[in-house]
C-alpha cells in the first residue's frame, strides 16, 4: 500500500525555520518526482517545490526560491523540505505528493497547485508563522 506521513510542522516566529519530513512506504521515492505542496488561507492550493528521481534536479515556486530547499534521503525513503526565513504568508497545511507518471513535469510546476497532478497525497502537517 502507497503511504505518505508528513511530519515537521509547528508555530515559528517570522524569519524562523522549519523542517518538514514525508516518509513514503510502499513504493521508492527515488522512482518518482515528488512534490511539496501547501495550503494556505485565502490563497488555496499552492504548488512549493518538486524534486525529480533523479535528486539533482528541483523546483521551486517563485515565492519561496532561495528560501526553501527540497531534498530526500533514499536510505530512509524520505522526502524533506527545509524551510528558512519563514513569513506569515508561509502559513498553511502543507501536504507531500507523488506525481502522477502521466502528468508532465512543466504541468506541476506552473500554475496553481492541483490534487490531480498526484496520485499519492499525505494527510499534511501544519506550519504556522506568526509572531
Known amino acids: 500500500e502507497v503511504q505518505l506521513v508528513e511530519s515537521g510542522g509547528d508555530l515559528v516566529q517570522p524569519g524562523g525555520s522549519l523542517r518538514l519530513s514525508c516518509v513514503a512506504s510502499?513504493?521508492?521515492?527515488?522512482?518518482?518526482?515528488m512534490s511539496w505542496i501547501r495550503q494556505t488561507p485565502g490563497r488555496g492550493l499552492e504548488w512549493v517545490s518538486t524534486?525529480?528521481?533523479?535528486?539533482?534536479?528541483?523546483y521551486y515556486a517563485d515565492s519561496v526560491r532561495g528560501r526553501f530547499t527540497v531534498s530526500e534521503d533514499p536510505a530512509t525513503n524520505t522526502l524533506y523540505l527545509q524551510m528558512n526565513t519563514m513569513q506569515e504568508e508561509d502559513t498553511g497545511m502543507y501536504y507531500c505528493?507523488?506525481?502522477?507518471?502521466?502528468?508532465?513535469?512543466?504541468?506541476?510546476?506552473?500554475?496553481?497547485?492541483?490534487?490531480?497532478?498526484?496520485?499519492?497525497w499525505g494527510q499534511g502537517t501544519q506550519g504556522t508563522v506568526s509572531a
Open positions: 524534486i525529480l528521481w533523479n535528486r539533482a534536479t528541483t
Open positions: 510502499g513504493f521508492l521515492i527515488d522512482d518518482y518526482a
Open positions: 505528493g507523488r506525481v502522477d507518471s502521466g502528468i508532465a513535469i512543466g504541468q506541476v510546476t506552473t500554475g496553481p497547485g492541483e490534487r490531480s497532478h498526484y496520485d499519492s
